[in-house]
């Protein structure tokens, strides 16, 4: 049982680069969310989904698109990399969201040069 | 902005001494859940507070949930170093469609 799985783990990216970070996860969680991690920041929400074909934006969308074409996976795309994207991102999953326990994947540190 | 508030925001204590972090949110939680991170690590669930007023305990943790349901704390009893890491409280928004997370306290523990 792998629970959540991130890919990649570091990334570099130039400015106005575009890229998809992945998140897969084997728990058969209606709810999948992600996250980025900024010094003093917490974890502020991105973008979240319900189910398959269902998402929605959270706190800090602007910049980032996603998708939940099936249960498993929610790849969250940057569309054009700026400086401020600099951070470490985490895809969480549950059963329940804001009921049920929250997995974390181990995270992609990304840098936008 | 954020609606769940955490305090403090850093933490350095001597190992054999207690810890405590509040979280205070802007509006009444149906639960809340509190989470752990190591450094380098990602964060790990310990624990959900559903009732009014419910404490929580787990070995050296405590846990508390206000009467309110809007605010909680995390008392750790004689940090060791392994109690080394950043916590969160997070609580459910949006119709429980979402969780919104503290800043966190990271705390850490000398020897």
């Known amino acids: 049982n792998a629970g959540v799985t991130q890919t990649p783990k570091f990334q570099v990216l130039k400015t106005g680069q575009s890229m998809t970070l992945q998140c897969a996860q084997d728990?058969?969680?209606?709810?999948m969310s992600w996250y980025r991690q900024d010094p003093g920041m917490g974890l502020r929400l991105i973008h979240y989904?319900?189910?398959?074909?269902?998402?929605d934006q959270g706190e800090v969308p602007n910049g980032y698109n996603v998708s939940r074409s099936t249960t498993e996976d929610f790849p969250l795309r940057l569309l054009s990399a700026a400086p401020s994207q600099t951070s470490v991102y985490f895809c969480?999953?549950?059963?329940?969201?804001?009921?049920?326990?929250?997995?974390f994947g181990q995270g992609t540190r990304l840098t936008v040069v | 902005g954020q609606q769940v508030m955490q305090i403090p925001q850093y933490q350095h204590v001597q190992e054999g001494e207690d810890f405590t972090t509040y979280c205070n949110s802007s509006?009444?939680?149906?639960?809340i859940q509190w989470y752990k991170q190591r450094p380098g690590g990602h964060p790990v669930f310990l624990i959900q507070?559903?009732?009014?007023?419910e404490v929580k305990k787990q070995k050296r943790l405590t846990f508390q949930f206000g009467e309110a349901k809007k605010n909680s704390s995390l008392h750790i009893t004689a940090t060791q170093t392994t109690d080394v890491g950043t916590y969160f409280c997070?609580?459910?928004?949006?119709?429980?469609?979402?969780?919104?997370f503290g800043a966190g306290t990271r705390l850490t523990v000398k020897p």
């Open positions: 507070l559903v009732k009014s007023g």
């Open positions: 997070a609580g459910p928004q949006n119709n429980n469609n979402d969780m919104r």
């Open positions: 989904s319900v189910g398959a074909g269902i998402t």
């Open positions: 969480a999953s549950s059963y329940r969201t804001g009921l049920r326990e929250a997995f």
């Open positions: 509006t009444t939680l149906s639960n």
């Open positions: 728990m058969n969680h209606e709810y």
